[in-house]
T-cell receptor, first 110, second 114 residues
Framework: GQSLEQPSEVTAVEGAIVQINCTYQ??????LSWYQQHDGGAPTFLSY????GLEETGRFSSFLSRSDSYGYLLLQELQMKDSASYFC???????????FGAGTRLFVKA | SQTIHQWPATLVQPVGSPLSLECTVE??????LYWYRQAAGRGLQLLFY??????ISSEVPQNLSASRPQDRQFILSSKKLLLSDSGFYLC?????????????FGSGTQLSVL
């Protein structure tokens, strides 16, 4: 089966940089994804890493190390609107199921 | 463009009553469809997924069931709700089994079983 671990909460100051880590255990691996969810809303896709290295999309970057079963989401120039929950997720070997971590609640303070 | 519709947005049901949540996708063909449940402040639990009409895979044994009567329609049902069925139910779709497999979520249904 699959399991993912990420911190439950992270607090940072507006304008700062924050890193949200994710470690995973899977019977197979097809890539690590990140989703953002604001309170009461639906998750929205942020990024995906299939290969080792850093993927950058604007203020957000995501990193993957398959040998360490580890990845992180990096948020730069934090804004108040970045306060949300962030989930890492992996796909199973069949490619159709996406399993989510418990989520990291990010609080951005002024 | 593709859109996903999920309704109702909120639902309050008594214990033992039936449930039917519906989800439809527009603008794409043969999508993979998913039902997730999220407890307050928790992660997303995969309940069911479907890769085609009439094909349902169940991830968690429970008193819920899912059906896919049409290509772009996914229904979550229960004959008798339990208190533990309360939660935020999310429908999602994706295309294909390879690549990014980006999930697109509906707006969700907040179910309260009393």
């Amino acid at each position: 089966g699959q399991s993912l671990e990420q911190p439950s909460e992270v607090t940072a100051v507006e304008g700062a940089i924050v890193q949200i880590n994710c470690t995973y255990q899977t019977s197979g691996f097809y890539g690590l994804s990140w989703y953002q969810q604001h309170d009461g809303g639906a998750p929205t896709f942020l990024s995906y890493n299939a290969l080792d290295g850093l993927e950058e999309t604007g203020r957000f970057s995501s990193f993957l190390s398959r040998s360490d079963s580890y990845g992180y989401l990096l948020l730069q120039e934090l804004q108040m609107k970045d306060s949300a929950s962030y989930f890492c997720a992996v796909r199973d070997t069949g490619g159709f199921k996406t399993i989510f971590g418990a989520g990291t609640r990010l609080f951005v303070k002024a | 463009s593709q859109t996903i519709h999920q309704w109702p947005a909120t639902l309050v049901q008594p214990v033992g009553s039936p449930l039917s949540l519906e989800c439809t996708v527009e603008g794409t063909s043969n999508p993979n469809l998913y039902w997730y449940r999220q407890a307050a402040g928790r992660g997303l639990q995969l309940l069911f997924y479907s890769v085609g009409i009439g094909q349902i895979s169940s991830e968690v044994p429970q008193n819920l069931s899912a059906s896919r009567p049409q290509d772009r329609q996914f229904i979550l049902s229960s004959k008798k709700l339990l208190l533990s069925d309360s939660g935020f139910y999310l429908c999602a779709w994706s295309v294909g089994g390879g690549g990014t497999q980006k999930l697109f979520f509906g707006s969700g249904t907040q179910l309260s079983v009393l």
